[in-house]
């Protein structure tokens, strides 16, 4: 039971910190451009929102099968395939929660304006300088609200894992995979447990998401 | 940053720059020379393009053009230097303090790009703006003066040779007016460099600039309420100076008679 917890939250906590990573420059790009076609890119990039889980574990079992055209540079560090690997399924599942990071960090990024960006350059700051000391700081809330819907998001996917994870032991199991093996073999006793605890983890996730959008009220008036 | 040496007649001292080019469907074509301990007066209807040309000052904003900061060429056709890389100081007509900063963290923030203010440039500006009791503070208890005046202290730390001021008492009540004005009064008196100041407020004018010019449409036009013809000729290059000369003689006026509005200024500016 503990490896399952493990398993599931070292996955959450890795794909929430990469992904942070990731989308950080594709929302500030986002947010930045002014190219009408920048929203083809965002629609692309909200697809993971609406598309059932299945289909995107679909397309990614193929992506990540020995045969496919993405996988033959990898062949030759030893690396066969990504199906059923934890690595694999920690892609998998920031191509789920991507838009869940692009989009708070985006409005973050947007609510801030141009204004602050150029009151940085008139004071000397270069660009680079300007995005870590005041676009970075400003947004965090933004981040906040990525991390948190990340790691929850993660926490709760299940098609795609069902389809690329193969549910092994130590590596790819993860908790909602295993709610739904213990309901099927009628280990009710054993579901309640980690169903509850899973009710308990989405009541905190979002108290804490409303604590923050309170806080963001709170001191908006400057 | 090896900028050239200046031609074409500007001075080696204050600023000078022409822009022309089109932003949208409007279109700025000005010239401005700006001396050193001088503040110019910009004034004219919203719209009219002034903001557009601080913004060209300060680098925020691109049109062709030239301008010569103290001798040093920071746009030309080829060149243009962006607004992290000029020392201008910048106070825009919102309160555009960088909210996750207190006070402090506001002045400091172009004071360590710039070297580093030293504690004797810090304490003059805070002495000189009544930032002492504010230093602490974050940035959103503060009053639309004081934020100002923070604004201002912020942008003379950061050793600015070309303060713009973007019409900084706008969006204040008149209250808070009455109390920054003095500031800027002082601040007139100590400061070495050029100091373009935007208004449309014919009382900021006549208490802080020393030369008026007024804009329409995207041009510099000899302001209606002149101080005096230094002022309306103060935004002209030299031939265009020689063009209205010559052009006024053969229109028949005597160049020996008196201005028709003599000069009341305890400052004079070319001077």
Redesign the interface.
């Known amino acids: 039971m503990g490896e399952v917890v493990w398993t599931t939250v070292r996955l959450a906590a890795v794909t929430t910190l990469l992904l942070l990573v990731l989308a950080t420059p594709v929302a500030w790009w986002l947010a930045r451009r002014q190219a009408w076609w920048k929203e083809i890119i965002a629609a692309v990039l909200t697809l993971p929102i609406i598309l059932p889980p299945t289909v995107l574990g679909f397309y990614l079992l193929i992506a990540f099968a020995p045969a496919s055209p993405l996988m033959a540079p990898l062949h030759a560090f030893g690396i066969r395939t990504l199906a059923f690997t934890f690595e694999g399924l920690v892609i998998a599942s920031m191509v789920y929660s991507l838009p869940f990071a692009v989009q708070p960090i985006r409005n973050a990024f947007e609510a801030m304006g141009e ?2 960006m ?10 680079l ?2 995005f870590f ?2 676009a970075l ?2 947004a ?1 809330r933004g981040f906040l609200a990525a991390a948190i819907l990340v790691f929850a998001h993660t926490i709760g996917e299940f098609g795609v894992v069902l389809m690329i994870g193969g549910s092994i032991p130590g590596k790819t199991e993860v908790l909602s995979i295993r709610i739904y093996q213990l309901v099927e073999s009628l280990r009710f006793g054993d579901a309640h447990k980690l169903a509850a605890g899973l009710v308990a983890f989405a009541f905190v996730v979002l108290l804490a998401m409303l604590l923050v959008d309170r806080g963001a009220e709170r ?1 908006r ?2 | 940053m090896s900028e050239g040496v200046v031609s074409e007649g500007v001075v080696s001292e204050g600023v000078w720059g022409r822009f022309a080019g089109a932003l949208g469907g409007f279109r700025l074509e000005a010239e401005v020379s700006l001396p050193p301990r001088v503040i110019t007066g910009l004034s004219g209807p919203s719209g009219c393009g002034k903001t557009t040309l601080i913004r060209c000052l300060a680098g925020l904003t691109r049109l062709p053009g030239r301008l010569v900061v103290d001798g040093e060429v920071w746009q030309d056709e080829r060149r243009f230097r962006p607004a992290h890389r000029r020392p201008v100081g910048v106070v825009f007509q919102e309160a555009s303090l960088l909210p996750h900063l207190s006070v402090r963290g506001n002045l400091d923030y172009g004071a360590r790009r710039t070297g580093g203010a030293s504690p004797a440039a810090l304490g003059e500006v805070v002495d000189l703006l009544g930032l002492g009791p504010l230093m602490g503070r974050g940035t959103g208890r503060l009053s639309g003066g004081e934020r100002q005046r923070v604004a201002l202290g912020r942008a003379l730390l950061s050793r600015p040779r070309l303060l713009l001021m973007d019409e900084p008492l706008s969006s204040l009540d008149a209250a808070s007016k009455a109390e920054i004005l003095p500031y800027l009064e002082r601040l007139h008196r100590a400061l070495p460099m050029p100091m373009l100041y935007v208004t449309h407020d014919s009382r900021e004018l006549g208490r802080l600039a020393d030369v008026v010019l007024h804009m329409q449409d995207g041009r510099i036009a000899p302001a209606p309420d002149a101080p005096g013809p230094d002022a309306a000729l103060a935004g002209l290059s030299p031939e265009a100076r020689d063009a209205l000369a010559l052009a006024a003689l053969r229109a028949g006026l005597d160049p020996a008679s008196p201005s028709p509005e003599p000069v009341d200024r305890d400052r004079n500016p070319g001077a």
């Open positions: 204004r602050p150029e009151v940085a350059a008139t004071l000397r700051a270069s660009p300088d300007a000391t005041v700081p400003m965090r001191r008036p400057l």
